[in-house]
């Protein structure tokens, strides 16, 4: 398995909300904006931070990331929920890690998405924010039936005299890089392949909750985690970390809905080794490194058992040769 880039630390990266009827502060005016859903921050969205953080050192001002939540298709769609690959907190804190610390978030709404891509630009982009300067990737498209294009936005940057970058697709390993093709990834459960088009593996935030105590009658105490109900990771067994306290430890885990027991809502469930600390209502991140097996309905608890230490030793030697994060 190739080595990720790490994991990124928890910077406290500066979300400003917008409202398009009040201004914006002059001392966030004038940024350079990278324009982008932004979703899982991977290798591709990472080359727009580079060319706004290029553009921004060129017209002597910062870069910043200019983004949407929730995503458009939650508004337009919303009985075929996105599966998101980072939910808001974690995009920011990524972005920041990215070299995009200041997040501009536009809540996206029905309102929003009747403005016009010209109005757009020029009372939002220019107007509000006073942009000093745009990026955008080849698809992005926004405004009123979409109408806005890299095309359009580089000609009306011209006449606005803000430069404006299109950054070309992203290839990795020779795909285009994209956040649907990580998300069908994370639903074969090929989370090895997730994590090279991330650039560092996928990893989830949650609270360790009380579950139903099986795992610790098994000899498997488990952390437990709900995810979010859009999550379509495939139901399987994962080798897995788990940042405790900002330290990372390795595991074992498991996704699905316990077809040995209850066939319940899905739910994580991670094994710490060697650990024995108290981890309920802690905050936690859980990183898959690989995938294991499918979930399965054993016949006897034994035998479930002895899968289970199966899993751990497989996990262990996964987890041996993964360089540190």
Same mark, same amino acid.
């Given at each position: ?12 990266? /500066? ?11 002059? /001392?966030? &005016? ?12 991977? @290798? ?26 929730? $995503?458009?298709?939650?508004?337009? &769609? ?14 920011? #804190? ?24 010209? @109005?757009?630009?020029? #009372? ?10 745009? +990026? ?18 580089? /000609? ?10 299109? +950054? ?6 020779? #795909? ?16 090895? @392949? ?40 495939? $139901? ?12 990372? $430890? ?63 030793? &497989? ?11």
């Amino acid at each position: 398995m190739s080595s990720q880039a790490d994991v990124p630390p928890s910077p406290e990266p /500066a979300a400003v909300v917008l409202d398009p009827d009040r201004p914006v502060p002059d /001392a966030l &005016r004038g940024a350079v904006l990278a324009l982008g859903n932004f979703d899982g921050v991977h @290798r591709g969205h990472a080359e727009l931070a580079r060319a706004a953080a290029a553009m921004a050192r060129e017209q002597g001002t910062v870069p910043a990331a200019f983004t949407f939540e929730p $995503h458009p298709r939650s508004v337009f &769609r919303p009985e075929e929920p996105v599966f998101r690959l980072t939910p808001p907190a974690l995009k920011f #804190e990524l972005l920041a890690a990215a070299g995009l610390p200041r997040v501009f978030v536009l809540p996206f709404d029905r309102d929003i998405a009747s403005i016009g891509a010209e @109005r757009f630009v020029d #009372e939002l982009l220019v107007g509000q924010l006073g942009a000093a300067g745009l +990026v955008c990737g080849y698809d992005f498209h926004f405004g009123k039936g979409r109408t806005g294009s890299p095309e359009m936005l580089q /000609a009306h940057g011209l006449m606005a005299h803000v430069p404006v970058a299109v +950054v070309p697709p992203f290839s990795w390993r020779g #795909e285009a890089v994209s956040s649907s093709l990580i998300r069908s990834a994370l639903q074969e459960g090929d989370v090895a @392949r997730a994590a090279d088009f991330l650039g560092r593996p996928w990893f989830v935030r949650g609270i360790v909750a009380h579950g139903d105590k099986r795992g610790r009658d098994l000899g498997y105490p488990t952390a437990n985690m709900h995810l979010p109900r859009d999550c379509r990771l495939r $139901h399987g067994i994962y080798a897995v970390r788990m940042r405790i306290d900002g330290d990372w $430890h390795d595991g074992v885990a498991s996704f699905g809905s316990r077809p040995t027991f209850d066939d319940g809502a899905p739910r994580l469930e991670t094994f710490v080794f060697d650990f024995s600390g108290d981890l309920y209502g802690h905050k936690v991140d859980v990183a898959f490194v690989d995938w294991l097996r499918r979930e399965a309905k054993f016949d006897s608890l034994e035998a479930l058992i002895a899968q289970m230490d199966a899993d751990s030793l &497989r996990a262990r030697d996964i987890l041996a040769k993964t360089p540190p994060f």
